[in-house]
């Protein structure tokens, strides 16, 4: 078995302003039980966190800027760690994964390389 982070990109700023506490808390709702599922079956090695979409980029050269909203649909917004067999299998598991209810979301799935 492999761990894999799903690292979520995209989706709406504003989401959060947007929603009534009802949604949020169904969208929650929604999030809990794909996270429930993938403990049962021992796939599910952090649930993560999701990220504010404000932030700063550093550069090597030490240069400092604010990340732009028209990077939105590439910035990182959240990410959940999974274990799998293979990288379709943690692909599959993203493919079930409740972030696609939010708009212009894609999932990448990367191997976890561990140091033994």
Known sequence: ?????????????????NRTEAEQAATMEKWGAWMGNLQQNEQLVSGGSPLVYGGKRLAGDGVVTDIAAAEFKELVSGYSIVRAVSIDEAIKIAESCPIYDYPATTTEVREVVVFE
Not at 1 to 17: A, H, K, S, V
């Open 1 to 17: 078995m492999n761990d894999y982070m799903l690292i979520y990109q995209g989706g709406d700023p504003e989401w959060m302003t």
